[in-house]
């Protein structure tokens, strides 16, 4: 990833965006990046551009007016501090091609989880779906006020950076994102994993969500055996990212079956959910998103941030 890839915030003129918007200012802030904001334009302005342009009419105005660049001048102008370079764009075609062709070779691309024309009821828009499943950058999808549920979050994963994570199987990239805004953010990365053999019922059944550092790692213990060997597995694929991040401390966490059910509970605290896009034997162009970054997706209650492996589909 370049140095100086922008972070893109999509808006729409929605309160969503506007969410979305203050939330990729401050990781353009952090990160020290520049900050693009990017308007795909509605199908009636591009029919009119279209027509004109064909047309050749002199008569009518050079451009369509944009009540979003509008708004987004208004909320830069009385809002805080801009990262340099900030900058307006308005696009054309669909929205998930638009955003697809300029978030190659950014840093991340931000979006709310439901745009305008949005059904209330509806926990994430067909817009943010699609683009989390194509865009070659991570995109980080920020929930609407309803869902954002920090003020009532346990404590577990407060202001922590939580990262999904399939041992054998999650790219590089998503850990690498994850440390990275950890580092940036002066925070834990707490990583959970889910192992498949499950253990006693009696364990099971009002199991609190635990965390263990690496000295927590020895031979002897109490924990169920299958845990423990995820434990250990999660600390050898580990160990590249805490050589890179030495200042980046690391909670590891295993839990029974599925995953997601931690990772949205998670959410309710964690500055950030990190999970990956694909199964790896999923082709890297396909329009589908694995199982666990579905279900975070269309549940967590705060920012989840969706990686691609970044080699293969930019």
């Not at 925070?187 to 192992?195: C, D, I, K, L, R």
């Not at 959910?273 to 082709?283: I, Q």
Request: glycine share 8%; hydrophobic share 45%.
């Amino acid at each position: 990833m370049s140095s100086n890839a922008p972070v893109i915030a999509a808006v729409d003129g929605s309160e969503h965006s506007l969410v979305a918007l203050q939330w990729a200012r401050g990781a353009a802030l952090r990160h020290g990046a520049e900050l693009l904001i990017a308007h795909v334009l509605p199908d009636h302005a591009q029919l009119y551009a279209g027509r004109r342009a064909s047309l050749h009419d002199a008569r009518q105005p050079d451009e369509f007016a944009d009540p979003v660049g509008d708004w987004v001048r208004g909320v830069l102008s009385e809002g805080p501090a801009l990262p340099d370079g900030a900058r307006y764009e308005s696009l054309e075609g669909s929205v998930p091609e638009a955003l697809r062709v300029i978030g190659s070779g950014a840093l991340m691309l931000v979006m709310g989880s439901r745009g305008r024309g949005g059904f209330a009821s509806l926990l994430l828009g067909s817009s943010s779906r699609a683009v989390a499943s194509t865009a070659p950058c991570p995109v980080v999808v920020v929930p609407h006020a309803e869902r954002n549920a920090a003020a009532t979050a346990s404590e577990e994963s407060a202001g922590r950076v939580v990262l999904g994570l399939h041992a054998a199987e999650t790219p590089d990239d998503v850990l690498s994102f994850a440390f990275a805004e950890a580092a940036v953010r002066g925070t834990t990365v707490q990583v959970v994993s889910a192992y498949a053999v499950p253990p006693a019922p009696a364990l099971v059944i009002d199991r609190p969500f635990e965390v263990i550092p690496p000295e927590g790692l020895a031979d002897e213990g109490d924990g169920v055996p299958a845990e423990r060997e995820m434990l250990r597995s999660q600390t050898e694929r580990l160990a590249p990212l805490r050589t890179r991040y030495p200042d980046v401390p690391v909670e590891q966490a295993a839990v029974p079956g599925d995953a997601a059910g931690r990772l949205v509970d998670a959410s309710r605290s964690a500055a950030l959910v990190v999970v990956g896009r694909h199964h790896p034997r999923r082709t890297a162009m396909s329009l589908q998103i694995g199982s666990v970054a579905h279900a975070v997706l269309h549940h967590a209650h705060g920012p989840v941030a969706i990686v691609p492996t970044l080699k293969d589909d930019v």
